[in-house]
């Protein structure tokens, strides 16, 4: 059975890999840096304004459309 604590671990060990802009942010924050290291772009679609490369937890719209939902390019 799962505990929190096992959840937890789980959740960090994907924030440490993952290459969206909220775990970046996360990492460079807890880091002490002040400004973002790069331009974080989909991992699935390699695009800058796909949601994902905002948030993986977002789908992938295989779009580089400015202004979709969830993105935080224009």
């Known amino acids: 059975m799962n505990t929190p ?7 960090e ?3 440490r890999h993952c290459s969206c802009l909220r775990c970046v942010n996360k ?5 002490g840096y002040l400004f973002q290291s790069a331009m974080q772009l989909c991992p699935v679609c390699g695009n800058k ?3 994902r490369g905002t948030d993986h ?3 992938c719209t295989g779009s580089n459309e400015p202004g979709q939902p969830g993105s935080s390019y224009a």
């Open 13 to 15: 060990r994907r924030v």
């Open 27 to 31: 990492r460079d924050q807890e880091a």
């Open 57 to 59: 937890d977002l789908d």
């Open 49 to 51: 304004r796909c949601p």
């Open 5 to 11: 604590k096992d959840n937890a671990g789980r959740l």
